[in-house]
């Protein structure tokens, strides 16, 4: 088979990035009035599953491209709100790689709970430099509680999806990576 653009894999990243969107946008709803600035990451679904099942460079356009629409629908482009969520995908995303292909022992459940720390982590940084106060982190132990349990049930809804097998058959049929 030539290499190229494959439609069929661009139409198939294309609704994962709209299920991205979809997330993104539908967590801003869910009440988490008892910790501020928490939300459950579940658009980290769809990033974890492309990264699993398409590769780093398709994950990375996703993710970036979630952050990207999701602030201009929210109308926070380039606020603090922006760079938050930017820094968190970022350094989330950087550490599953780290740790997807570096560790090849560790579990698509670790790889997701250790990307939520490390988002929450990325969301710190940039409030300490937008704040000028690392008192901030204060907050963090919070964050990581949320995070590591989100990011477990995501990892575990994540593999579910990965074992039935459902984009690897698209894969198959329509001839791409």
Do not use: C
């Not at 069929?8 to 990243?13: A, Q, Y």
């Amino acid at each position: 088979m030539k290499k190229g653009l494959n439609v069929h894999k661009i139409v198939l990243l294309s609704m994962m990035l709209a299920m991205a969107l979809a997330l993104g946008i539908a967590e801003s709803f869910i009440d988490f009035s008892w910790l501020p600035g928490a939300k459950p990451g579940l658009a980290n679904l769809v990033i974890i599953i492309v990264l699993y099942e398409f590769g780093i460079f398709d994950a990375a356009l996703i993710d970036l491209g979630k952050v990207f629409i999701v602030a201009a629908v929210r109308g926070s482009l380039f606020q603090m709100g922006f760079w938050m969520s930017f820094a968190g995908s970022f350094l989330s995303l950087l550490i599953m790689v780290l740790l997807k292909y570096l560790f090849k022992k560790m579990t698509i459940v670790g790889v997701s709970a250790m990307g939520a720390l490390f988002h929450d982590l990325g969301q710190m940084l940039v409030g300490v430099i937008f704040l000028g106060s690392w008192q901030i982190f204060y907050y963090f132990p919070f964050m990581m509680l949320i995070g590591l349990a989100m990011g477990v049930l995501i990892g575990i809804v994540a593999n579910k999806i990965i074992q039935t097998g459902v984009i690897e058959r698209q894969k198959k049929q329509y001839g791409f990576k």
